[in-house]
């Protein structure tokens, strides 16, 4: 079991969700070498609350790092789960199109992918750059 794998499977049983009762856990790697994890947290003004990612992005954030290399985020499905269009987002804010993101469930099953394959044309600051 790698240190992201393990990181996620532990923040995961923190996780805040009285109502979904779909718990997740995520760990992110940046690039000063350290790991930061986050998991979802829900409130009663249901779906206003945080995603794993978005809480482990707001932790490296917090802590003054901004660039992530890797990723990874484990659920109880039965399959492995992407993160939401919002997390891609952010993902790529702070990462770059080839970081692997690693997908997980609990019973092992696991897929990785690159940033750039789960968020193909992503909105970047390359777009503000571009002034007409």
Do not use: W
Request: hydrophobic letters at 45%.
């Amino acid at each position: 079991m790698n240190i992201l794998q393990s990181a996620a499977i532990d923040v995961r049983k923190n996780a805040y969700a009285p109502y979904s009762n779909f718990k997740v856990g995520a760990a992110i790697r940046s690039s000063s070498g350290t790991v930061y994890v986050g998991c979802n947290v829900e409130n009663v003004a249901f779906p206003e609350g945080t995603c794993a990612e978005a809480g482990a992005i707001a932790a490296m954030v917090a802590a003054g790092d901004y660039v992530i290399t890797e990723a990874y985020v484990i659920a109880g499905s039965p399959m492995p789960v992407t993160p939401c269009g919002g997390c891609r987002q952010k993902l790529a804010e702070f990462g770059s199109n080839d970081i692997r993101i690693t997908m997980a469930t609990l019973n092992g099953i696991e897929h990785t992918m690159t940033l750039a394959e789960l968020l193909p044309g992503a909105f970047t600051q390359d777009f503000f750059e571009a002034k007409t």
